[in-house]
């Protein structure tokens, strides 16, 4: 269970988020980016960029979590799709210029998976922006925080997130 510990303090930290629908929205989103891509240097940029941008970071876990899984089943179709667009002949010469750029290539952009993942994150990006806007307003509503505050697994896991953080704290003070 410590393993999907964090899963469960990113669903918990939903409930109690402040976030706008709108950041909810693109957390949702690049959630699905860090989920969809093969971890490179794009997954960096998006991480870094996801930092100075004021997302929901709960809603932005748990995407990645749902779409890095997704994407297991989403590999053969992703490969088929970025060998199709990497093999259109008019736009060869864009890949071309693209490779001769100093950083371009290490993208991976001529992978056929990342290419493929890309191009699904792009198709998928407005339904699970929108998505993600809806499940947010959903869950900041008084009447479903006070049944998500009732079940009694709630209860447990922010008992047992406040005991780790005094374990944590007590590590801290006595090593």
């Not at 008019?90 to 056929?112: E, G, V, W």
């Not at 809806?134 to 922010?158: C, G, Y």
Request: a positive charge.
């Amino acid at each position: 269970m410590i393993p999907y510990w964090k899963q469960f303090v990113a669903a918990v930290n939903i409930v109690h988020s402040k976030a706008t629908s709108v950041q909810a929205g693109l957390g949702a989103v690049v959630g699905m980016f860090l989920g969809l891509l093969p971890m490179s240097i794009n997954s960096v940029i998006i991480i870094l960029i996801s930092t100075f941008l004021n997302l929901d970071a709960g809603l932005m876990v748990w995407s990645t979590f749902c779409f890095a899984t997704l994407s297991t089943f989403l590999d053969t179709f992703a490969h088929h799709l970025g060998f199709w667009m990497l093999s259109l002949p008019a736009l060869k010469p864009i890949y071309t210029t693209l490779y001769n750029l100093p950083f371009a290539p290490f993208s991976n952009f001529n992978n056929t998976l990342v290419m493929g993942n890309t191009l699904l994150g792009i198709i998928f990006f407005f339904p699970v922006y929108f998505s993600g806007k809806k499940f947010i307003k959903m869950i900041q509503t008084a009447s479903f925080q006070q049944k998500i505050e009732k079940f009694k697994a709630n209860k447990i896991i922010m008992k047992v997130s406040s005991f780790l953080s005094l374990f944590n704290l007590k590590k801290k003070w006595f090593g």
